[in-house]
């Protein structure tokens, strides 16, 4: 029965226009359902015409003068006959039979308390019930005589009422009136369009009255405007026009709620007629006002119903608001995080459902993330998005491996295991070797470029490494050239440690990672006969690693590797001499015909470089070659000079190596033999005088020209002689001047450190007889040598100067160097 209730309402929630209620996409903000049990049996017999709502309660009153008290779920506690006031949690009650017709009661906010036992009714006037000192109850009237009261709200010390004429406040503490707001449309009647009223707070009092609404605050008067005012005054601070006629107000945080009477035109019959009401969450704004969320209630019977049918209450404290009309009451409720999610789903809105979960994953209580994260992907995998389905497959099943196992098996039923197979875990969790294995064969039997990415990308425990090899092998038969797969075949017999199989594969392939690999897993016993293959594959890489790892493969190993390939031979040895030049000497000799063949550039500075070659071998070949400045070094360094000169002159005709190579000689028969050369080559003589000014005397060379014969630029040649002869006559001049003026400087340094007198004490001694150089009674006559070195003597401790040498010199200083003391200080007493 609640089922069928339940689903009956769902249509609360649609507009009057179905059409446009599926185009738009905004949320609702709040959900219904209809208040059945008690109530619908009490609405079968009786129609209702008002509640109130308070704690965990509502009271009911019915067409036929009933008041039923009602929990949350509608079930009726209690019925009353005539007005009386009960105490919910206490025996404590009052009823009284009026003459008259009763149309609203209102009860102290605090009625519990002792101070406050009051309450209002409303009529033809407005009643107030109190109860005096001896538990008494008297009545007094607060006003009469503008028609029925028909609604009454008590708010703290302030009680607001509607009759025909407009709303009035009154102030319960000082007993006085405060303010009259009155009712702007005066066509609509009241007990047809009757007046809503509700306060927000202890001040701010909302009043709707046909399709207007004022929202109105009581303020304090200031002392100074008293007089005879009221000490309170209302300021309406917003005032707006409704699009419908208005049933029921109630707050909502800083929102209101509007229940709203519709009447609508028949597009058929051009009359008018009762559409259901509507319950609009607007923002109140000083002039007008902002629509939040609009809904359309079926309530039963609404085609039947009037303005004055239709009553809001709200549960304070809650978001709890109940729509009552004479068949039906309906609760509206905020809608909380799982409604949201609820609505996010049924919208297809899955991630930003599975957002939600998330972030109130404490507050929801009928979903469950996993749930939503499932619905997610499967909902994707319908789309045809299957990548998009995979990635989010990570964050959603996290680390449950059964739930990735049954997933991945989806996906294979698609055929879409390489969508997956990039977001599988491979760590925590790790899933049956079975899930990898099957990707696996997936690509190996369609994409081998990704198959090689996998094996590249996996850990080789994930899956059975043998049954993979194996495979690979088979598509190999069929296509045995394939780099791809030979590559990753070398990678699977890696991972299974079997290195020689690796090796050999990357070799034939020239592949980058076979270095690598050596020295990763120290296969260098397993490369001693590959030498040749790993030269020719990268030379460079090649000879660095076997240099790097002599101790593993010897110097005499690899030469002999390389015998049959002396080009490579000579790259391996050449790089060894340039890191020592003593490593490989024993092969010196080998080196002298692999350079003169290979790299002829690399000769000259390696017979310069190597003390280990012998001369007579690599002059040999040399002269065999005809390698002049090889041959030249040779010569020289052999101490035959002239041949060398000799070879420069006549083979290479240069002259300024030719002197080049005399100034590096610096011997004077060079010199000669380079002038007797050249004084019959004007081009040699010119040179010559360019250059030897400053080795040999040019006037032997010029003494040796013959007369008449022509010597290009001769002028510039002797110009450049006077003027180095010049430069060099200075340069004395300036090194003769700079001497002087050192000397002298230095000299009277000397002086002035001499002429300083020199402190004798107790301490210092004579440096003959080592005894103190004072005597020990003062007044004693002494007689003692003070040298300029510091040396200290008694007089009759120095030898007596001779008629050859009368100067007397420091016996410590003058046996090293007679300078120092040459001079001498004398004391006497």
């Known amino acids: 029965m609640a089922e069928a209730e339940e689903q009956d309402i769902g249509s609360l929630e649609e507009s009057t226009d179905e059409s446009e209620e599926e185009e738009s996409e905004e949320e609702p903000k709040l959900k219904y359902e209809r208040l059945s049990n008690g109530v619908t049996e009490i609405l079968q017999k009786d129609a209702a015409s008002c509640m109130t709502v308070h704690d965990k309660f509502l009271a009911l009153g019915t067409h036929y003068g009933k008041v039923y008290l009602l929990d949350v779920q509608g079930n009726i506690t209690q019925k009353f006959d005539v007005v009386q006031v009960f105490g919910l949690y206490s025996g404590e009650e009052y009823h009284e039979t009026f003459d008259c017709p009763i149309k609203i009661i209102a009860v102290h906010p605090h009625f ?12 033809k006037k407005l009643l107030l019930f109190e109860r005096s000192w001896m538990n008494r109850w008297k009545s007094s009237v607060l006003h009469e005589g503008e028609g029925n009261i028909r609604s009454v709200k008590w708010r703290g010390h302030l009680i607001a009422w509607a009759n025909n004429m407009g709303v009035k406040i009154f102030d319960i503490t000082s007993k006085q009136r405060i303010t009259n707001v ?34 109105c605050s009581v303020k304090e008067r200031h002392a100074s405007e008293m007089r005879d005012l009221p000490s309170r005054y209302v300021e309406i601070v917003s005032q707006f026009e409704t699009e419908f006629h208005i049933s029921g107000l109630a707050p909502l945080c800083d929102q209101l709620v509007v229940l709203s009477y519709v009447k609508e035109v028949s597009e058929k019959t051009e009359r008018e007629y009762c559409a259901r009401p509507r319950l609009d969450i607007i923002q109140p704004l000083p002039e007008t006002c902002e629509e939040i969320s609009s809904d359309a209630l079926t309530v039963r019977g609404f085609q039947e119903n009037e303005c004055r049918d239709y009553h809001l209450e709200s549960s304070e404290g809650e978001s709890l608001f109940y729509i009552v009309s004479p068949r039906d009451v309906v609760v509206a409720k905020e809608r909380d995080q799982d409604d949201h999610i609820d609505w996010l789903l049924e919208k297809k809105k899955y991630e930003e459902a599975l957002m939600a979960a998330e972030i109130s994953q404490r507050n929801i209580k009928r979903h469950k993330i996993l749930d939503i994260g499932l619905a997610y992907i499967s909902h994707l995998v319908e789309k045809g998005e299957y ?5 989010k497959c990570q964050k959603i099943l996290g680390k449950n491996a059964a739930l990735w196992e049954y997933e991945v098996y989806k996906f294979k039923e698609i055929g879409q295991l390489k969508a997956i197979s990039p977001y599988l875990p491979r760590g925590d969790p790790v899933l049956k070797p079975l899930i990898y294995e099957m990707i696996l064969h997936e690509f190996l039997e369609s994409d081998y470029e990704g198959f090689a990415t996998l094996i590249r990308e996996w850990p080789g425990d994930l899956y059975n490494n043998s049954v993979i090899v194996q495979a690979v092998r088979d598509h190999l038969k069929k296509d045995s050239q394939n780099k791809t797969l030979l590559k990753t075949l070398a990678e699977l017999y890696t991972y299974d440690k079997n290195y020689g199989n690796a090796l050999e594969i990357y070799l034939t392939l020239r592949h980058k990672d076979v270095f690598q690999l050596i020295h990763k897993h120290n296969l260098f016993s397993s490369i001693k006969d590959k030498i040749v293959l790993l030269m020719d594959f990268d030379s460079e890489k090649a000879v660095d690693m076997l240099l790097d790892n002599e101790d593993k493969i010897s110097i005499k190993k690899v030469v002999e590797e390389l015998e049959d390939r002396p080009e490579l031979q000579h790259v391996y040895l050449h790089k060894l001499f340039k890191r020592d030049h003593h490593k490989g000497q024993r092969y010196h000799e080998k080196q002298i015909s692999l350079y003169a063949e290979y790299d002829r550039p690399n000769l000259l500075p390696f017979l310069r470089d190597s003390t280990h070659c012998p001369l007579e071998k690599a002059l040999e070949i040399c002269q065999q070659r005809n390698f002049v400045e090889e041959t030249v070094y040779l010569l020289s360094r052999m101490g035959n000079s002239r041949s060398a000169l000799k070879m420069i002159m006549e083979e290479l005709h240069d002259v300024d190596k030719a002197i080049e190579f005399a100034k590096e000689q610096d011997d004077g028969e060079l010199w000669e033999d380079l002038i007797l050369y050249s004084i019959d080559k004007p081009p040699f003589i010119t040179g010559l005088l360019n250059n030897i000014g400053t080795h040999v005397d040019p006037i032997l060379l010029i003494h040796r020209i013959k007369e008449g014969m022509e010597i290009p630029s001769l002028r510039d040649s002797l110009v450049k002689i006077l003027q180095d002869y010049n430069l060099q006559i200075l340069l004395r001049e300036g090194c003769k001047k700079i001497l002087v003026a050192d000397s002298l ?11 300083k007198g020199v402190l004798v004490d107790e301490e210092n001694i004579c440096e003959s007889c080592l005894s103190p150089i004072l005597p020990t009674d003062a007044a004693k006559p002494f007689s003692m040598v003070v040298f300029h070195c510091r040396h200290m003597f008694h007089k009759e401790c120095l030898p007596v100067p001779s008629m050859n040498s009368p100067a007397q010199y420091c016996n410590i200083c003058s046996a090293k160097n007679r300078g120092p003391g040459s001079a001498i200080l004398e004391m006497k007493k």
């Open 112 to 123: 519990v308390r002792s101070s406050c036992k009051q309450f209002v009714t409303g009529g």
């Open 182 to 215: 009155p009712r702007d449309d005066i066509s609509l009647r009241p007990d047809m369009y009757p007046c809503s009223l509700c306060w927000k707070d202890s001040v701010t009092l909302i009043i709707g009255w046909g399709t207007s609404v004022k929202i």
């Open 387 to 391: 990548d998009i389905a995979a990635r």
């Open 745 to 755: 400087s230095l000299l009277k340094k000397m002086h002035r450190t001499q002429m």
